[in-house]
Structures are given as structure tokens and as C-alpha cells.
């Protein structure tokens, strides 16, 4: 392709807290409008704000995980317009000192690592919410002063899943921090793009636009798409890229323009005065940093040198902390060097009941203990069920809460490995089945196949499918 | 008795020797205002303060014993019109108390249901630009009692009020209590608490009292000042008790005549009236030296930036969605932005456009540098002035402003030539530094004179002790005007 | 530095102020006199000076993230020009 594509991604994340950026209310999600708010965040006359401890903690934690350096000197600035969302007609946001700059995020895309910039993190407050109706907009406040922080990245990423690798590290990265939901459909996590192209070998950036009102992981990686072959298609056609932002319509799959007369911006940013700055000295961000976890790219290494697990099996395994916590358990839990047969039935059978049962793929939510999938494993290694089986078993499990052991007792699935019993079941089979039998002799291998899964059939798929098949190419021969 | 001529001092002692009560008291406002306001208009809604009454649940023990206090329009009353005498917070009743109204009510004092008028969001020095009408002077009602505090200032000159609190952005507590003789205070930035002051410069407003001496002023300032962990602005220092200072003692206090104040642009009859001043303290015991803070020029235009930028900000808030006045126009046509432009277009005076145009300037794309940056930095100098000259005076002397009072509508008309009646008071809003306002003299046309005393951060004793002396020991603060 | 209509529309309209002709004639006109005033600080040399955002040196002032009662809805819309049900009632915003 003669065009590539460069890509910056501006993310809010709303830190969670229990009160507020500036004033005392409650954060809760989904109460009557307007009940959670107070003369401080409703922006009435004469009030004042004044800054959530926690906020603070949460924006150097997630600046120090994203290798920024924190600013030992931050402060808040007014960014002002006028909207109905905004109480005050301005936002307390950071303009010329944010919390943290010049960090960065290594994420996993094919073809190995990459390494993308973060420009800055800083924090602001949330606006309201409006509801239009026919002839009327309604507003609802009580979002208004939630803390965001802000965390834009370098134009650093070339590709939509580039973009979508990157903002599932930062997601990951942050969960594991405990100071954020980020989740997107919850509006908990917003992602806007700005989205050039330009031909191959250029360094200068191209005229960008900017990409709004994406909803889901998905949608970023569709919008992304959608507004890269649209720049190409144009420019190919003649034309000309605009600066302007652009909307993202999920349902359509299309990106449109918002047409709002692009006046020139002018937010005229200065220092909040009802906010003396904020003076972080070495020794506080120092304890700030001690209360940082081990995070995700950490573990994924650790991962792979202390269990010898492949990257690709780090990789999925890191991606939510309780998960990894709870596969580090069962690793460590598994006897013998070679964690192997665990991880493939985390990665594998579990992983996919997680997708189906909770959407989240959240291995914990099945709710089974390490030494219960361990002793699964153990029957499925001993060869004493089939994997298959142990599958079924393992849905059982979820279901009934009981261990694969009962189960396996229950149901009566031992595998039969005994030649002798199995032999009976076998002379059964040859003689029902002449002309399979014929077909093997003749050298149709795949008949071979089909005659043992009729013995595992008799059998109920008790019968070690080995042995079975041992078994009768003996009697054929 | 003419309760209504006394200080608060006074009617405590009168109430604790069981001589008068607080239905007295009231009654007597009440006759006081009846017969006076007619004509000074301290009020912005005088024929409301029949209603006044006496708060029936103050305690006989509290300190203040349920004695009203005045309230200027911009300082938040629950459940009372707090309108900063514009039309675009009309009918305004904020659904909370600022910090100093509840400390007040605290304290035992009955909150005067009906507000002090003042200029328009605090933007002038004549109470001119008021919503409501001008106020005018108690000694003379052909002139203006100065602002933007000129309702309080007038209403405690003209015996209307016990005292009263009134707001300082750049001198609009001293300047009216100059031009109406009363003592008037700016606190040292931090001192007192802003939340619930309707915001005109965040980073220079102050509340303060005016009141008919300085033993009233040094009461009430101890109610009011103090930490609010509700203005993270406010200071975590120890309030003294501020009566403490009240010493008729100013001997080897040090004191500093800027030259820059005395230069042209000074009314003579001013001039003169402040140097017999600072000779009075000179015999009293005071050594008094001419200093210099040389950047005094570049105070207004410094000012005119920092605080209309600010309240260009601070205003956006007026915009018809939530509050106050919304132009009323056919609903289903207006689109937002329509909206806006009308319910600001109309709610707003002159003055407040004027000044939210000169500050969104000041910070607009490409001017930002130029104008506000640079002012942030002139100030960084101002603020240098005082603190050199405070490394050896305890005090510095000034008159309050270069003039007495002005005839209405004698300057209404020339925004540069009003604003620079805050010549004087406007360095030490922009030092953050205290200043009180006391009465020196008067004109021979018979307008108070007022002289300016100011301190370092936090020494508003330094103040209280010069201001008492000096008072002790002068006549002016007796005389009231004739009504 | 000249203050002409362009400049005061453009700056009334980032206020969202509507002046009528004659105001922002007269607006003009005084805002050059005061912006030509102000222009006194172009002599100052602010080299090497830091600008003053905040008088005193006060910092890190917080507030524990503990939740406070949030204020009744009777209270919130008791001044909304136009109360709808329970939210704010603005005109319709058409984007």
C-alpha cells in the first residue's frame, strides 16, 4: 500500500473513588438524575472546589505505571466554553503541568513488541449529561465533576489493531492497579483517535481528523479502519483531508462529520485561582510507588521464566489480574516442572466456558477452586477419562459445584484399560462390521478410525481410545 | 435611646447590663431605616426591611446575642435573595450559607434579611452599577458613597446598620468606608473565607467588615476569619483574638510613607488632611519614614487584567440553564447559543460586559501572553514592593483614596477615570496583604476623608493597634451625618 | 494594539454576549482607551520574573474522598429557570 496510516489515542479513564473530583458527592453509577449532585459541582455561585486526596493518588499511581515522570510541581487550569454539560462554563482541567508526561505502554502486536509514547496524563472533571428530546435538551449533573484522567499517546500507532493492542494494555495495565473500571460500555473508559495518513516513507504527519463516540473495543478498531480507507480513498480520488471531528456510527459502520461550524477553539486556558498548586515531593511519590502491583508485562516475564510458559500463554494469562493470580495458583499448585497440561486447560476449556457463561471471559467467575481443576487435570493426564470427557466433566463442575472426582463417579466414567474386558467388546464390533473390516485390510486406514469410535460408542466413551485402537490393529493384522 | 447610632460594642454592653433588648434594637433599625433610606439607598429592597425581624432562635449566651448584622449582595444567605444587584441572578436564593454567614449565625448575630446594595458583581467603586439603583452618600446624597461595597459602607455611616460585611477585590471595602467615614477592612488574602463570596477575582477577592469604629471592626473580624476546608485557599493560621490589639499605643511603631502615593493625581484637601494624619501619629510616638514601592504606577493596569480576566471566567456560569434570569424568548425557536448571547446580553450591565469583553481579551488566543502572563508577572514585582518595604516598617500609611467622594454621574460615563479611584487601595489586594480604611478628616464641603493603613500578611493586629490609637485619639469617628 | 468591531464581536461572541450596534461601538471605543492604559506594562521588563497565580504559599491543600450528603432535588431546581421533571430544561441542541 503506498499510505500509511498514523494513529493518537486520547483516553479518559474515570478513577474510581468514592466522592468526586472537587466536592463530596457520591460517584455512583445510574441514580435519579440530578441526585447526586451539591452547590460545589452544580457550579452555583460563590462555591469553591477542592481536591480529592484519592485522585491525586490514583493519577501519579497510573502516570508511574506508564513510566511517566511525575511532576513534582502540578496545577489546574480553567479551560473555558459554554455548554449546558459544563455548570460552570469552564473545566478544571491540567493544561501546562499535568501530573505526569513522557511515559510509555510496550504492547504485543504481531510481529512481536512495540513500544507507544504517552505524551501526558492529567486530571480534569467530568460534565453532565444530556438527553435530547423533540424539542428540548435535558440535563442530568450527576457525572459532572467525576475525576477523569487523561492519558494521550504519542502518534505512535500504525495500524487499528495496533490502536486496540494498545488500549488493551492500557485497560490491563490499569485494572491491575485497582484504581479504574474501565469499562467502555459503562462510559467508564473513553477512547477518541486522531487519525492521518500519509505516503510511505514521509516523517511529517498529515492533516488529522479526530474520531469520536466510539463505544466498545470493537468499535475502535472498526472506526479506525473505516476513517483510515476513507482518508486513502479520498486522497486517491483527488481530494483533500480536513481537519474536523468526525463521529463514529456503530450501526452504519461508518464515520460522519460533525458539520458544527468549526469555529476556532479558543479555550483560553490559565491557572485555576481557587486552586493552590500541588507540590509532590520524592519521598511521596516514592511511597506511591511502593503500593504499585506487579503489572501485567511484569508477570507475563515472570511467567514465562519461572513456569516456562510460551509467550502467547503469558500473554492471555496476564490480561486480568484475578485471573492471573488464580493461574499462578494453579501453576504453582500443579505438580511436576511441566505446568503445560494446567495451561492448556486454562487457556483452552476454561477460557471458553469464561466467554460463553460471562461474556468478560473472567476464568474466576467459574467460580472453581486451583486444586479441584487440578485434580480434573490429573484424571485427564492419567489417562484415566479423555480430555473429551473431562471437558464434559469440567461443565459439570461449573454447574453443579461438585468435584470431577464425584462426578467421574457419579456419571461412571473411568476409562476401561483393560485389555481384557475391552477385548470382548472389540471381537463384538469386527464381527458387526465385516465390510469396514475389509476396507482396513485393503489398506483404508480411516476405517481403522471409524471401528474404534464404535468401540468407544458401545462403551459409552469409557474405553481408553488407545488401547482401543492398539487393540484391534493386533486383531487385524 | 437612639440605639440605632451605637456600635455593636456598645448595644453588648447595653444588653448585658440588662439596658435594651434586641426587640429594641430592632425597632429602632427598623424607625432608622424608615426615615433615612428614602434617601441613601443602602438597601435593595428597603421597603422589605419592615419584614426584618429579630431571629427568634439566637441564644441570650451567644456572643453576639442575636444583634443583626448588614450583608452585602454577593455574599450566599440560604433561602435570601443574593442577587450582586444584577439582573441576571434576579430572584436568586442560594439553597446554602457562605462560611462567614455561618459563623455568623454561630456566633449568635441575626443575619439582616435584606442585602446591602452594591455595584453590579462588585464591578465599580460608585455602587452606581447597581441593578437596583445607585446609593448614595449618607453626608452629602448628591455624591456617591464609593464601591463596590457602597450599600454597607452607607448603610453603617447612615446608622441603618449595626455594621456590616462588605467585599474587597481593589479597594471596594476601603473606598466606600473612606467616602461614607466608616472603618472598613480587607483581611490578608486567605484570611477569611470566600465560599459562599459570589466569585468576581478569585485571586484577590476578601471579605470584610464595616463598621462604625475599630473595636466593632476587631470584633467581627474574629467571628469571620479562620481555616475553611471549604476554600482551599484559606489559610491554616491561628486567629488571635483581634480585640487583643485594641491598645492605645503606637510608640515606636514603624511606620512607611510610600512617595509614589503623594505625587500628582491627589485631591490638595486629601493630601493634606492624611499628612496632619500621619503628624498625629508622629506625636502619638509613631517614626514615620518616606519609603518607596516603586511599582505602584503599574498597579490599575495590572489589576484591570488579573481581575477581569478572572471574572470573564468566574461569570460563564450566568448563562440561563441553571439560576437567575433567562431572556425569555419563544422556546421553540432559540437555539442554544441564542440562548446564551440573549439571557448574557440582557442580564448583564455595562460595566459587566465591558469587563468580561476586557478579560476574555486578556486571555483570548494570542493576546494571552501579552496581557495576562505579563500582569501575572508585573504583580510577582508589586508583591516584591511590599514585601521590601515590610523588612523594616510595620506599617505603611496612605490615604485611601486620591479623592473624597464623587458627584453621581460624574464619572459613570468614564470607565478609566472611575478605575482609577482604586489608585491606592488596589496593591495590596494584589500583594494579598491587609488594609483597613479609617476616617482622618473631613473637606471643607464636609466629605469624610479616609486613611489607608496597611500591613504584611496576617499582622492585622499591627493594624487594629495603629487604626485604635489613632481613632482614641481623634474626633472623627464621632461625627454622623445629618439626615 | 487597536480594539475594532471585529475584535469586540469576536471576543463577544466567545463571551456569548449579543451587544446591540451601538453598544459594541461604544464598547470598542472605551475598551481601546483601557487596553491603550494597560499597555503601560509593555515598559516594565518582567525578564527573569515568575508570574503570581496564587499570593500565598499555599499548597497541597486535600480533601479526604469521604461522601457527604449530596442536596435534595427540591433544592437543585428550586432556581432553574426551566425545571423538567427532574433535570435541567435547556433548548434543544441540535450537532
Not at chain 1, 500504525?158 to 490499569?174: R, V
Not at chain 1, 474466576?364 to 481443576?373: D, K, N, Y
Not at chain 2, 450582586?84 to 462567614?100: M, N, Q, W
Request: charged share 25%; hydrophobic share 35%; net charge negative.
Amino acid at each position: 500500500m503506498k499510505y500509511e496510516a498514523v494513529i493518537g489515542l486520547e483516553v479518559h479513564v474515570q478513577l474510581k473513588t468514592n466522592t468526586k473530583i472537587f466536592c463530596g458527592c457520591s460517584t455512583e453509577f445510574g441514580r435519579e438524575p440530578n441526585s447526586q449532585v451539591c452547590p460545589v459541582c452544580l457550579g452555583f455561585p460563590g462555591v469553591l472546589p477542592v481536591l480529592n486526596k484519592t485522585v491525586l493518588e490514583h493519577a501519579v499511581k497510573i502516570s508511574l505505571a506508564l513510566d511517566c515522570s511525575v511532576q513534582e510541581y502540578t496545577k489546574f487550569d480553567r479551560k473555558n466554553y459554554f455548554y449546558p454539560d459544563l455548570p460552570k462554563d469552564f473545566q478544571i482541567s491540567q493544561y501546562d503541568l499535568p501530573v505526569g508526561r513522557d511515559g510509555f505502554l510496550d504492547i504485543t502486536v504481531e510481529g512481536g513488541e512495540k513500544r507507544v509514547g504517552i505524551l501526558r496524563v492529567h486530571l480534569e472533571e467530568d460534565a453532565g449529561k444530556l438527553i435530547h428530546k423533540d424539542d428540548i435538551s435535558l440535563v442530568d449533573f450527576n457525572r459532572a465533576g467525576v475525576p477523569l484522567l487523561e492519558i494521550v499517546s504519542r502518534p505512535e500507532m500504525y495500524s487499528p489493531e495496533e490502536a486496540h493492542a494498545y488500549l488493551t494494555a492500557l485497560k490491563s495495565a490499569i485494572e491491575y492497579l485497582d484504581v479504574a473500571d474501565c469499562d467502555m460500555e459503562k462510559g467508564s473508559l473513553r477512547c477518541d483517535a486522531n487519525v492521518s495518513i500519509r505516503p510511505r516513507g514521509e516523517r511529517e504527519l498529515g492533516t488529522k481528523a479526530e474520531v469520536k463516540n466510539m463505544n466498545s473495543f470493537k468499535g475502535v478498531k472498526d472506526a479506525l479502519a473505516y476513517e483510515i480507507k476513507r482518508q486513502i480513498e479520498s486522497v486517491e480520488n483527488g481530494g483533500k483531508i480536513i481537519q474536523e471531528t468526525r463521529l463514529w456510527d456503530a450501526k452504519n459502520g461508518k464515520t460522519f462529520s460533525m458539520r458544527s461550524k468549526e469555529e476556532a477553539k479558543d479555550y483560553r486556558y490559565f491557572p485555576e485561582p481557587d486552586l493552590p498548586p500541588f507540590v509532590m515531593t520524592l519521598e511521596n511519590i516514592r511511597k506511591i510507588k511502593e503500593t504499585i502491583p506487579e503489572l501485567p508485562r511484569e508477570k507475563a516475564a515472570r511467567f514465562i521464566r519461572e513456569y516456562g510458559l510460551s509467550a502467547y500463554d503469558a500473554g492471555i494469562l496476564v490480561v486480568n489480574k484475578k485471573d492471573a493470580e488464580y493461574a499462578e495458583e494453579c501453576m504453582r499448585a500443579y505438580p511436576g516442572e511441566n505446568k503445560k497440561p494446567v495451561v492448556n486447560w486454562l487457556i483452552g476449556p476454561l477460557l471458553s466456558e469464561a466467554n460463553n457463561r460471562t461474556g468478560g471471559g473472567e476464568l474466576t467467575a467459574l467460580g472453581i477452586l486451583p486444586e479441584r481443576l487440578i485434580e480434573l487435570v490429573g484424571f485427564v493426564q492419567a489417562e484415566q477419562i479423555s480430555n473429551l470427557t473431562g471437558k464434559s466433566v469440567l461443565t459439570d463442575m461449573i454447574d453443579t459445584r461438585e468435584s470431577a472426582a464425584d462426578i467421574i463417579k457419579r456419571r461412571n466414567l473411568i476409562q476401561i484399560s483393560d485389555t481384557g474386558s475391552l477385548e470382548t467388546h472389540i471381537e463384538e464390533i469386527i464381527k458387526a462390521n465385516v465390510q469396514s473390516v475389509e476396507s482396513y485390510k485393503q489398506g483404508k486406514t480411516g476405517a481403522l478410525m471409524f471401528l474404534v469410535g464404535q468401540v468407544m460408542k458401545k462403551t459409552q466413551g469409557k474405553a481408553n481410545p488407545k488401547v482401543v485402537q492398539e487393540l484391534l490393529k493386533k486383531k487385524l493384522a | 435611646m437612639e440605639l440605632a447610632k451605637l456600635t455593636c460594642h456598645e448595644l453588648l454592653d447595653l444588653i448585658g447590663a440588662g439596658k435594651t433588648s434586641l426587640e429594641d434594637i430592632f425597632d429602632d433599625l427598623r424607625k432608622r431605616i424608615g426615615q433615612t433610606d428614602h434617601k441613601v439607598r443602602a438597601y435593595v429592597r428597603n421597603s422589605q426591611t419592615e419584614n426584618a425581624d429579630v431571629c427568634p432562635e439566637i441564644c441570650a449566651q451567644s456572643i453576639l446575642k442575636g444583634i443583626p448584622v448588614t450583608i452585602k449582595d454577593n455574599i450566599c444567605t440560604e433561602g435570601l435573595n443574593t442577587e450582586c444587584c444584577s439582573r441576571i441572578l434576579s430572584g436568586f436564593r442560594p439553597p446554602y450559607d457562605a462560611t462567614v454567614i455561618r459563623k455568623l449565625k454561630e456566633a449568635g448575630a441575626s443575619i439582616f434579611p435584606v442585602k446591602a446594595n452594591m455595584d453590579e458583581f462588585a464591578f465599580g467603586s460608585s455602587t452606581e452599577n447597581s441593578y437596583f439603583g445607585p446609593t448614595r452618600n449618607p453626608w452629602d446624597v448628591k455624591y456617591v458613597p464609593g464601591g463596590s461595597s457602597g450599600g454597607s459602607a452607607a448603610a453603617v455611616a447612615a446608622d441603618e446598620a449595626v455594621w456590616a460585611l462588605g467585599s474587597d477585590t481593589g479597594g471596594s471595602i476601603r473606598q466606600p468606608a473612606a467616602f461614607c467615614g466608616v472603618v472598613g477592612l480587607k483581611p490578608t488574602y486567605g484570611r477569611v473565607s470566600r465560599y459562599g463570596l459570589i466569585a468576581f477575582a478569585s485571586s484577590l477577592d476578601q471579605i470584610g467588615p464595616l463598621t462604625k469604629d475599630v473595636r466593632d471592626s476587631a470584633l467581627l473580624t474574629n467571628i469571620i476569619a479562620g481555616y475553611d476546608p471549604r476554600d482551599s485557599t484559606s489559610v491554616d493560621v491561628e486567629v488571635p483574638d483581634y480585640t487583643g490589639a485594641l491598645v492605645k499605643d503606637v510608640k515606636g511603631l514603624r511606620v512607611g510613607i510610600p512617595k509614589e502615593y503623594f505625587v500628582e493625581g491627589i485631591d490638595p484637601e486629601v493630601k493634606r488632611t492624611v499628612e496632619d494624619a500621619i503628624q498625629k501619629l508622629k506625636d502619638l510616638g509613631g517614626i514615620c519614614k518616606e519609603i518607596s514601592l516603586p511599582h505602584t504606577r503599574y498597579a490599575v493596569p495590572v489589576y484591570y487584567i488579573i481581575a477581569t480576566a478572572e471574572a470573564s471566567s468566574n461569570l460563564a456560569r450566568f448563562d440561563g440553564v441553571q439560576y437567575g434570569y433567562r431572556s425569555l424568548q419563544d422556546k421553540a425557536k432559540t437555539s442554544l447559543i441564542e440562548m446564551y448571547a440573549r439571557t448574557r446580553g440582557e442580564g448583564f450591565g455595562q460595566e459587566a460586559k465591558r469587563r468580561i469583553l476586557l478579560g476574555t481579551f486578556a486571555l483570548s488566543h494570542g493576546y494571552y501572553d501579552a496581557y495576562y502572563l505579563r500582569a501575572l508577572k508585573v504583580r510577582t514585582l508589586i508583591k516584591r514592593d511590599f514585601d521590601d518595604v515590610f523588612k523594616d516598617c510595620d506599617c505603611v500609611i496612605t490615604p485611601t483614596s486620591p479623592t473624597p467622594a464623587f458627584k453621581i454621574n460624574e464619572r459613570i460615563e468614564d470607565p478609566l477615570k472611575m478605575y482609577l479611584s482604586d489608585l491606592y487601595t488596589i496593591s495590596a489586594n494584589l500583594a494579598g496583604i491587609p488594609g483597613i480604611s479609617i476616617p482622618c478628616g473631613f473637606t471643607k464641603s464636609g466629605l469624610p476623608v479616609g486613611l489607608q493603613i496597611l500591613a504584611g500578611s496576617f499582622r492585622e493586629e499591627t493594624l487594629f493597634r495603629a487604626a485604635y490609637t489613632y481613632e482614641q485619639s481623634t474626633p472623627w469617628h464621632l461625627q454622623k451625618p445629618e439626615l | 494594539m487597536a480594539i475594532n468591531k471585529e475584535v469586540v464581536d469576536h471576543v463577544a461572541y466567545l463571551a456569548r454576549i449579543r451587544l446591540s450596534d451601538e453598544e459594541t461601538v461604544r464598547l470598542a471605543q472605551q475598551l481601546e482607551g483601557i487596553v491603550a492604559f494597560i499597555d503601560a506594562l509593555k515598559n516594565v521588563n518582567v525578564e527573569h520574573i515568575s508570574p503570581t497565580s496564587h499570593i500565598l504559599p499555599v499548597q497541597n491543600v486535600l480533601r479526604d474522598d469521604v461522601p457527604v450528603r449530596s442536596l435534595p432535588i427540591d433544592k437543585v431546581l428550586v432556581n432553574a429557570p426551566q425545571p423538567e421533571g427532574d433535570f435541567f430544561g435547556v433548548p434543544k441542541i441540535i450537532e
